[in-house]
Protein backbone atom coordinates (compact mmCIF):
# COMPACT_ATOMS: atom_id res chain seq x y z
CA UNK A 1 0.00 0.00 0.00
CA UNK A 2 1.26 3.69 -0.74
CA UNK A 3 1.75 6.02 2.20
CA UNK A 4 2.31 9.49 1.92
CA UNK A 5 3.81 10.04 4.95
CA UNK A 6 5.08 7.24 6.44
CA UNK A 7 7.88 4.59 5.25
CA UNK A 8 6.51 1.41 5.98
CA UNK A 9 9.49 -1.99 6.02
CA UNK A 10 10.31 -5.29 7.52
CA UNK A 11 13.33 -6.46 8.55
CA UNK A 12 12.70 -10.34 9.64
CA UNK A 13 10.07 -10.37 12.41
CA UNK A 14 10.37 -6.78 12.99
CA UNK A 15 8.58 -4.01 11.69
CA UNK A 16 9.45 -0.59 11.11
CA UNK A 17 7.01 2.26 11.16
CA UNK A 18 8.81 5.38 10.14
CA UNK A 19 7.43 8.87 10.27
CA UNK A 20 8.25 10.89 7.20
CA UNK A 21 7.04 14.40 6.90
CA UNK A 22 10.51 16.21 7.42
CA UNK A 23 9.39 19.74 6.26
CA UNK A 24 6.91 19.61 8.81
CA UNK A 25 8.86 18.51 11.56
CA UNK A 26 7.12 15.48 11.68
CA UNK A 27 3.61 17.01 12.92
CA UNK A 28 1.72 14.43 13.18
CA UNK A 29 -1.25 15.57 10.99
CA UNK A 30 -4.38 13.10 11.17
CA UNK A 31 -3.57 11.63 7.77
CA UNK A 32 -0.01 10.65 9.10
CA UNK A 33 -1.60 9.31 12.50
CA UNK A 34 -4.04 7.57 10.09
CA UNK A 35 -1.50 5.56 8.38
CA UNK A 36 0.39 5.04 10.90
CA UNK A 37 -3.19 3.18 12.23
CA UNK A 38 -3.13 1.49 8.95
CA UNK A 39 0.37 0.02 9.28
CA UNK A 40 0.34 -0.46 12.74
CA UNK A 41 -3.20 -2.64 12.12
CA UNK A 42 -1.36 -4.41 9.40
CA UNK A 43 1.61 -5.68 11.52
CA UNK A 44 -0.87 -6.94 14.14
CA UNK A 45 -2.47 -9.09 11.45
CA UNK A 46 0.83 -10.45 10.11
CA UNK A 47 1.86 -14.02 11.84
CA UNK A 48 5.63 -13.08 10.40
CA UNK A 49 5.66 -9.87 12.88
CA UNK A 50 6.70 -10.06 16.38
CA UNK A 51 7.52 -6.89 17.35
CA UNK A 52 7.46 -3.02 15.44
CA UNK A 53 9.93 -0.35 15.68
CA UNK A 54 8.38 3.20 15.71
CA UNK A 55 11.31 5.32 13.87
CA UNK A 56 11.95 9.26 13.20
CA UNK A 57 14.17 11.70 11.13
CA UNK A 58 17.49 13.19 12.58
CA UNK A 59 15.70 16.59 13.35
CA UNK A 60 12.77 15.63 14.73
CA UNK A 61 10.77 12.57 15.96
CA UNK A 62 7.71 14.60 15.69
CA UNK A 63 7.51 17.83 16.78
CA UNK A 64 3.98 17.38 17.78
CA UNK A 65 0.36 17.48 16.42
CA UNK A 66 0.44 19.34 13.73
CA UNK A 67 -0.44 23.02 15.06
CA UNK A 68 -1.28 24.65 12.08
CA UNK A 69 -4.62 21.45 11.55
CA UNK A 70 -5.60 23.52 14.88
CA UNK A 71 -5.15 27.23 13.99
CA UNK A 72 -8.97 27.28 13.04
CA UNK A 73 -10.56 24.21 15.06
CA UNK A 74 -13.51 25.42 17.68
CA UNK A 75 -14.52 23.71 20.60
CA UNK A 76 -17.42 22.04 19.40
CA UNK A 77 -15.68 20.80 16.22
CA UNK A 78 -12.88 19.22 18.75
CA UNK A 79 -15.56 17.40 20.76
CA UNK A 80 -17.52 16.18 17.57
CA UNK A 81 -14.69 15.00 15.53
CA UNK A 82 -12.60 13.67 19.22
CA UNK A 83 -9.91 15.37 17.49
CA UNK A 84 -7.25 14.47 17.05
CA UNK A 85 -8.09 11.31 18.28
CA UNK A 86 -10.18 10.65 15.41
CA UNK A 87 -6.97 9.73 13.70
CA UNK A 88 -6.76 5.76 14.13
CA UNK A 89 -3.48 5.77 15.10
CA UNK A 90 -3.51 6.90 18.31
CA UNK A 91 -6.21 4.66 19.35
CA UNK A 92 -4.92 1.23 17.42
CA UNK A 93 -1.71 1.73 19.60
CA UNK A 94 -3.40 2.19 23.22
CA UNK A 95 -4.43 -1.35 22.64
CA UNK A 96 -2.04 -2.76 20.81
CA UNK A 97 -0.77 -6.51 21.49
CA UNK A 98 2.83 -6.61 19.79
CA UNK A 99 5.55 -4.78 21.35
CA UNK A 100 6.64 -1.58 20.00
CA UNK A 101 9.84 0.14 20.84
CA UNK A 102 10.08 3.94 20.01
CA UNK A 103 13.47 5.24 18.57
CA UNK A 104 14.07 9.00 18.72
CA UNK A 105 16.02 11.45 17.86
CA UNK A 106 15.58 15.40 17.75
CA UNK A 107 12.86 16.67 18.97
CA UNK A 108 10.33 14.96 20.46
CA UNK A 109 7.81 17.06 21.51
CA UNK A 110 3.57 17.43 22.36
CA UNK A 111 2.08 14.39 20.35
CA UNK A 112 5.38 13.05 19.64
CA UNK A 113 6.52 12.69 22.84
CA UNK A 114 3.08 11.09 23.76
CA UNK A 115 3.07 9.25 21.02
CA UNK A 116 6.74 7.89 21.84
CA UNK A 117 5.22 7.82 25.51
CA UNK A 118 2.55 5.38 24.01
CA UNK A 119 4.81 2.88 23.05
CA UNK A 120 6.26 0.14 24.95
CA UNK A 121 9.87 1.87 26.08
CA UNK A 122 11.74 4.53 23.91
CA UNK A 123 15.60 4.19 23.12
CA UNK A 124 16.68 8.09 22.92
CA UNK A 125 19.56 9.23 20.43
CA UNK A 126 22.00 11.54 22.46
CA UNK A 127 20.11 14.43 19.91
CA UNK A 128 16.63 13.59 21.05
CA UNK A 129 14.86 16.71 22.91
CA UNK A 130 11.08 15.65 24.87
CA UNK A 131 9.13 18.25 26.30
CA UNK A 132 4.90 19.07 26.34
CA UNK A 133 5.40 22.50 25.47
CA UNK A 134 1.60 23.02 25.11
CA UNK A 135 1.38 25.50 27.38
CA UNK A 136 3.00 27.89 25.36
CA UNK A 137 0.37 27.73 22.70
CA UNK A 138 -2.26 28.18 25.86
CA UNK A 139 -3.51 24.49 25.29
CA UNK A 140 -2.43 21.51 27.43
CA UNK A 141 -0.98 17.38 26.62
CA UNK A 142 -4.44 15.90 25.24
CA UNK A 143 -2.86 12.40 24.61
CA UNK A 144 -1.34 11.38 27.79
CA UNK A 145 1.24 13.85 28.36
CA UNK A 146 0.21 14.53 31.85
CA UNK A 147 -0.62 11.10 32.56
CA UNK A 148 2.34 9.04 30.97
CA UNK A 149 4.94 11.92 31.71
CA UNK A 150 3.71 11.80 35.49
CA UNK A 151 4.04 7.71 35.65
CA UNK A 152 7.42 8.03 33.72
CA UNK A 153 9.43 10.26 36.02
CA UNK A 154 6.95 11.47 38.61
CA UNK A 155 4.93 14.35 39.87
CA UNK A 156 7.67 17.17 40.57
CA UNK A 157 9.52 16.98 37.14
CA UNK A 158 6.24 16.36 35.38
CA UNK A 159 4.72 19.28 36.60
CA UNK A 160 7.72 21.38 36.35
CA UNK A 161 7.65 20.01 32.42
CA UNK A 162 4.15 20.53 31.54
CA UNK A 163 3.88 23.78 33.00
CA UNK A 164 6.95 25.35 31.90
CA UNK A 165 7.24 23.83 28.49
CA UNK A 166 10.90 23.62 28.92
CA UNK A 167 12.33 20.67 26.78
CA UNK A 168 14.93 17.79 28.21
CA UNK A 169 17.42 16.44 26.55
CA UNK A 170 18.30 12.65 26.65
CA UNK A 171 20.58 12.66 29.52
CA UNK A 172 17.88 13.93 31.66
CA UNK A 173 15.42 11.61 30.37
CA UNK A 174 17.48 9.22 30.67
CA UNK A 175 18.22 9.81 34.55
CA UNK A 176 14.38 10.27 34.95
CA UNK A 177 13.48 7.28 33.48
CA UNK A 178 11.80 8.64 30.16
CA UNK A 179 13.87 6.17 27.84
CA UNK A 180 15.28 2.88 28.32
CA UNK A 181 18.80 3.65 26.98
CA UNK A 182 20.69 6.25 25.19
CA UNK A 183 22.92 5.87 22.20
CA UNK A 184 24.71 7.87 19.62
CA UNK A 185 22.32 9.39 17.42
CA UNK A 186 24.76 7.49 14.27
CA UNK A 187 23.95 4.20 16.29
CA UNK A 188 20.29 4.86 17.12
CA UNK A 189 18.87 3.11 14.50
CA UNK A 190 21.22 0.06 14.71
CA UNK A 191 20.64 -0.27 18.68
CA UNK A 192 17.00 -0.07 18.71
CA UNK A 193 16.22 -2.33 15.44
CA UNK A 194 18.77 -4.80 17.30
CA UNK A 195 16.86 -4.48 20.77
CA UNK A 196 13.33 -4.95 18.72
CA UNK A 197 14.54 -7.84 16.66
CA UNK A 198 16.05 -9.40 20.12
CA UNK A 199 12.08 -9.12 21.29
CA UNK A 200 10.88 -10.84 18.17
CA UNK A 201 13.35 -13.65 18.58
CA UNK A 202 11.04 -14.88 21.58
CA UNK A 203 8.09 -16.50 21.90
CA UNK A 204 4.78 -13.79 20.87
CA UNK A 205 3.20 -15.34 23.22
CA UNK A 206 5.24 -15.04 26.16
CA UNK A 207 6.02 -11.41 25.03
CA UNK A 208 2.40 -10.30 24.75
CA UNK A 209 1.70 -11.18 28.37
CA UNK A 210 4.95 -10.20 29.62
CA UNK A 211 3.38 -6.49 28.25
CA UNK A 212 -0.15 -6.73 29.36
CA UNK A 213 1.32 -7.76 32.89
CA UNK A 214 3.34 -5.19 32.88
CA UNK A 215 0.98 -2.47 31.88
CA UNK A 216 -1.81 -3.60 34.32
CA UNK A 217 0.86 -3.07 37.09
CA UNK A 218 -0.10 1.17 35.94
CA UNK A 219 -3.79 -0.05 36.58
CA UNK A 220 -4.47 -2.48 39.35
CA UNK A 221 -3.73 -2.46 43.43
CA UNK A 222 -0.39 -5.11 43.51
CA UNK A 223 -2.43 -7.74 45.00
CA UNK A 224 -4.49 -7.88 42.00
CA UNK A 225 -1.70 -7.37 39.66
CA UNK A 226 0.44 -10.17 41.13
CA UNK A 227 -2.74 -12.42 40.76
CA UNK A 228 -2.76 -11.20 36.76
CA UNK A 229 0.90 -11.74 36.83
CA UNK A 230 0.66 -15.27 38.22
CA UNK A 231 -2.66 -16.65 36.44
CA UNK A 232 -0.50 -15.13 32.91
CA UNK A 233 2.59 -17.09 34.37
CA UNK A 234 0.72 -20.33 34.38
CA UNK A 235 -1.36 -19.53 31.00
CA UNK A 236 2.29 -20.00 29.69
CA UNK A 237 2.94 -23.43 30.27
CA UNK A 238 -0.22 -24.51 27.59
CA UNK A 239 1.97 -23.18 24.61
CA UNK A 240 4.08 -25.60 22.49
CA UNK A 241 6.93 -23.07 22.73
CA UNK A 242 6.89 -23.25 26.54
CA UNK A 243 7.87 -26.96 25.83
CA UNK A 244 10.47 -25.67 23.17
CA UNK A 245 12.15 -22.93 25.20
CA UNK A 246 12.52 -24.95 28.21
CA UNK A 247 13.52 -28.30 26.05
CA UNK A 248 15.95 -26.15 23.98
CA UNK A 249 17.81 -24.98 27.41
CA UNK A 250 18.33 -28.73 28.60
CA UNK A 251 19.22 -29.67 25.34
CA UNK A 252 22.26 -26.99 24.70
CA UNK A 253 20.45 -25.60 21.64
CA UNK A 254 18.90 -22.32 20.32
CA UNK A 255 15.00 -22.44 20.86
CA UNK A 256 13.05 -22.65 17.29
CA UNK A 257 9.74 -20.61 18.52
CA UNK A 258 6.76 -21.42 16.18
CA UNK A 259 3.97 -18.72 18.51
CA UNK A 260 1.87 -21.48 19.31
N1 LIG B 1 2.87 21.67 13.63
C1 LIG B 1 2.95 22.15 12.36
N2 LIG B 1 4.09 22.52 11.78
C2 LIG B 1 5.23 22.43 12.50
C3 LIG B 1 5.23 21.95 13.84
C4 LIG B 1 3.97 21.54 14.40
N3 LIG B 1 3.87 21.00 15.63
N4 LIG B 1 6.50 21.98 14.29
C5 LIG B 1 7.25 22.45 13.28
N5 LIG B 1 6.50 22.73 12.21
C6 LIG B 1 6.91 23.27 10.92
C7 LIG B 1 7.23 24.75 11.01
O1 LIG B 1 6.04 25.52 10.92
C8 LIG B 1 8.13 24.92 9.81
O2 LIG B 1 7.34 24.96 8.66
P1 LIG B 1 7.61 26.06 7.48
O3 LIG B 1 7.54 27.38 8.16
O4 LIG B 1 8.97 25.71 6.96
O5 LIG B 1 6.50 25.80 6.49
C9 LIG B 1 8.92 23.62 9.77
O6 LIG B 1 8.15 22.67 10.52
C10 LIG B 1 10.29 23.72 10.43
O7 LIG B 1 10.10 24.22 11.75
P2 LIG B 1 10.92 25.48 12.33
O8 LIG B 1 11.30 26.42 11.23
O9 LIG B 1 10.14 26.03 13.46
O10 LIG B 1 12.26 24.75 12.82
P3 LIG B 1 13.19 25.15 14.06
O11 LIG B 1 14.37 24.26 13.96
O12 LIG B 1 13.43 26.63 14.10
O13 LIG B 1 12.34 24.79 15.38
C11 LIG B 1 10.92 23.38 16.76
C12 LIG B 1 11.98 23.46 15.62
C13 LIG B 1 10.45 21.93 16.87
C14 LIG B 1 11.57 23.80 18.09
C15 LIG B 1 9.74 24.35 16.43
O14 LIG B 1 9.29 24.06 15.12
C16 LIG B 1 8.58 24.20 17.38
O15 LIG B 1 8.59 24.74 18.49
N6 LIG B 1 7.54 23.50 16.93
C17 LIG B 1 6.27 23.40 17.69
C18 LIG B 1 6.40 22.49 18.88
C19 LIG B 1 5.10 22.41 19.67
O16 LIG B 1 4.61 23.43 20.19
N7 LIG B 1 4.57 21.22 19.76
C20 LIG B 1 3.29 20.97 20.47
C21 LIG B 1 2.14 21.11 19.52
S1 LIG B 1 0.55 20.83 20.33
C22 LIG B 1 -4.23 14.59 21.13
C23 LIG B 1 -3.13 14.23 20.38
C24 LIG B 1 -2.06 15.09 20.26
C25 LIG B 1 -2.10 16.33 20.83
C26 LIG B 1 -3.19 16.69 21.60
C27 LIG B 1 -4.28 15.84 21.73
N8 LIG B 1 -5.33 13.69 21.26
C28 LIG B 1 -5.25 12.34 20.67
C29 LIG B 1 -6.54 14.04 22.02
C30 LIG B 1 -0.95 17.19 20.67
C31 LIG B 1 -0.85 18.53 20.74
C32 LIG B 1 0.45 19.15 20.37
O17 LIG B 1 1.40 18.45 20.07
Given at each position: MGYEYIVVSTHG??????????????????GLMEEV???????AADDTINAVLITGGEK????????KDMAHLNCVEAIQDDFPFSASGWTVL??????????????????GCELAMSCD?????????????EVKLAIMPGAG?????????GKARAMELCLTGRL??????????????????????????????????HSSTSTQLIKESINQAFEMPLSSGLLFERRM?????????????????IEKRPPAFRNR
Open positions: SVGEINLNRPDAMNALCAGTALTAFAFAAGADIKDYRKPVVAAVAGYCLGGFIVAADTARFGQPGTQRMARAVMDAEEALQAGLVAYTTSAGRLHADALATAQRIAAFQTCFATEDRTEGVNAF
